[in-house]
């Protein structure tokens, strides 16, 4: 496991935006070699999306050979709602970056059949090749996706209802009406995030220090999740200081001691001749 520790929150979405660039770039995706990430939603990995557009607009990064599976969706939310994960995704990436509509995959939170609906996401992600790079964010009880405390470790997707506190900590988007939050959801399982070649979880904030503690200083847990990953082969947690202070001193001073390392892995491209090509062909 990585821990990258950066200052603040912009410098946490500049490091991990880079880190998904350079992971694309070097895969150097074609139309038979499609890069298939794996993506959450929230206000954490908004500066890293907003960075993202920015590689594209500035012609460093094209998405056209990527896929996409989202970790959730809302039940029962209309798929235009403003605050439905579909229109989330559209408004912070989607619209802005060349990727093919048809290879973005979101759960539909009104499909007939609900289980199906994550039975066949299952299938898709399998059809895809798996996942190459999982994004998650993590909720201040260590939830990832909506994988809330005490979710099974091996759970693939599914529905599920939200913890009360989920459901209290979004009333803030639905202008803190409690009762206007959906209390369904359907979400990619612990299991199906396992799966990925490479996890990330992006962890800003002092609510979520607690969260951090427990998810790389005490053992795997079902009560907090996101502790699930210590058994990931290559997961890469990306926090800024704020989220470290439940940390040992130690630990933050250990992980501090190789940023000369994780910074390597954000370095500009410009001399990589596969990342040149791509974006001569993009040209
Ligand atoms: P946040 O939500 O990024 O808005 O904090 C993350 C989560 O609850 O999973």
Known sequence: MRLVILDNYDSASEWSAKYVRNRIL????????????????????????????????????????????NMDEYVGLPRDHPESYHTFMWDNLFKHIDIIPENV????????????????????????????LF??????????????????????????TLAQDTIEANARFFNGDISK???????????????????????????????????????????????AFQQHPKSTFVCDEDATLELRVKTVKYFKSLMYVHNKLVADLEENPKAKKQRISQD
């Open 26 to 69: 070097t895969f150097n995706p074609g139309p038979d070699n499609y890069f298939t990430l794996g993506l959450p939603t929230g206000s954490t990995p908004k500066g890293m999306y907003k960075k993202l557009v920015e590689f594209h607009k500035e012609g460093e990064l094209s998405f056209k050979y990527v896929k996409t599976f």
């Open 181 to 227: 939050v959906p209390t369904m959801a359907l979400t990619v399982g612990v299991g199906t995030v396992m799966d990925a070649r490479e996890v990330m979880i992006l962890i800003t904030g002092a609510h979520k220090s607690f969260a951090l503690y427990k998810a790389i200083e005490e053992g795997v847990c079902h009560m907090w999740t996101v502790s």
């Open 135 to 160: 994004i998650g964010g993590i909720g201040p009880d260590g939830h990832i996706a909506f994988n809330e405390p005490g979710s099974s470790l091996v759970s693939r997707t599914r529905v599920k």
């Open 105 to 132: 995959h979101i759960l539909d939170g009104n499909a007939e059949d609900l289980q199906n609906e994550c039975d066949e996401f299952e299938k898709k992600i399998e059809e895809a090749g798996g996942i190459e």
